[in-house]
């Protein structure tokens, strides 16, 4: 017997294709505006919004296909953010933390039908019918998908598409949200001297910010993308995602101190119920500041650091961006100040500093 390839059915197709454009949208409103598309095309309706609410304080976003423009944000935003709570889907969903796909009418919600909210936003909008799926918020927060009709309402076909579909919105905004979060947390953490490392349950490195890899590879240890934490240096780091329970709040732990060949880092790690987990690496903040103590100028502690980390003379100068004849000039004050007058004594008494251990 044979049996002939076929392919996917049309609808299949474009729900395949709506799922790798969310995964790979580059921020939350392009993944936004992609699925409220992608929507409207499996689900034909009069629109697709994604909204975020924030009923405690009365302000509400929201993106639609299709885009309705500035006037209309302006006409009717005001009324849907004094009356949301008007809607029965958005009560429940705060209430309850449903996450099936329901609509007006179902399962004794009741509907909107005759409230303040109808009159002055879905009435004059000819919408009768709704379709809404949540997505994971913080409490008090509701961020949902909405498919809105006129009086022909959603029939079952209707309903399982959505309900298929919804696995992947919520994949693919944690995903984005994660990669968003991440790209701000890198840039400000990064501004303040730290390097942020993501790892799996396994304790395998995912993504790594633009300064860890260096930032951790002068310490003599190894955070590159895919890399799985050695159990030596990094031990306490697995040791607190081993203790982590996902079913409990997470908590950043302690500054751990992480000792690799060439001196030793302060690591912060903060876990995560979904994952990955964050770790957070820099060197240790009072290490400098015993090399002022010792009388070392703010440059000289710079090259000090560097020095003590393995770089040669021509790395430090790339390093700061100076002169290798300002970096023998620092040199020369570094090793005057420490009472030594080779590199590897330079080194050792450096360490022993950064470390906060007794010189031997």
């Known amino acids: 017997m044979t049996t002939t390839a076929t392919s996917p059915a049309p609808g299949a197709e474009i729900l395949l294709d709506l799922v790798d454009r969310m995964i790979g949208a580059a921020d939350l409103d392009s993944y936004a505006r ?44 005001p009324p849907f953010e004094a009356y949301m709570m008007d809607n029965p889907l958005v009560r429940h969903a705060l209430s309850t933390g449903d996450t099936r796909v329901l609509g007006w009418g179902d399962d004794g919600l009741g509907t909107v039908h005759g409230t303040t909210l109808d009159r002055e936003f879905y009435q004059p909008n000819g919408i009768r019918s709704q379709l809404a799926v949540v ?28 309900a298929l579909l919804r696995p992947h919105l919520v994949h693919a905004y944690r995903a984005v949200q994660l990669r968003a979060d ?14 942020v490392v993501l790892v799996d349950d396994d304790g395998r490195v995912t993504t790594s910010s633009p300064g860890a890899v260096p930032c951790a590879a002068r310490y003599g240890l190894d ?24 079913a409990t709040p997470a908590t950043r732990s302690a500054p751990l101190p992480v000792t690799g060949p060439a001196g030793t880092l302060e690591a912060v790690v903060v876990p995560s119920a979904v994952g990955p987990h964050v770790v957070l690496l820099r060197p240790r903040p009072d290490g400098p500041q015993r090399l ?60 022993s500093l950064l470390d906060g251990t007794p010189s031997r």
């Open 34 to 77: 992609t699925a409220c598309a992608g929507i409207r095309e499996l689900i034909p309706a009069l629109s697709v919004s994604y909204n975020e609410l924030n009923p405690p304080a009365g302000r509400a976003f929201a993106l639609i296909d299709p885009d309705p423009g500035p006037g209309w944000f302006r006409r009717y935003q």
């Open 223 to 246: 955070v590159a993308d895919g890399t799985l934490l050695p159990d030596g240096p990094l031990a306490a780091v697995r040791a607190v995602l081993a203790g982590y329970d996902p």
């Open 135 to 162: 997505l994971p918020a913080p409490p008090g927060v509701l961020v949902a998908f909405g498919v809105n009709r006129g009086e022909e309402g959603f029939d079952p076909a209707d309903r399982r598409i959505f």
């Open 182 to 195: 991440s790209a701000m947390l890198g840039s400000t953490l990064g501004a303040h001297g730290w390097a």
């Open 292 to 351: 002022a103590a010792v009388g070392l100028t703010p440059r000289q502690c710079q090259v000090a650091v560097e020095l003590a980390a393995g770089a040669t003379g021509e790395q430090i100068a790339r390093q700061l961006g100076i002169a290798p004849a300002t970096v023998r000039k620092h040199l020369e004050a570094v090793f005057a100040r420490l009472g030594v007058r080779h590199r590897a004594a330079a080194v050792a008494r450096l360490r």
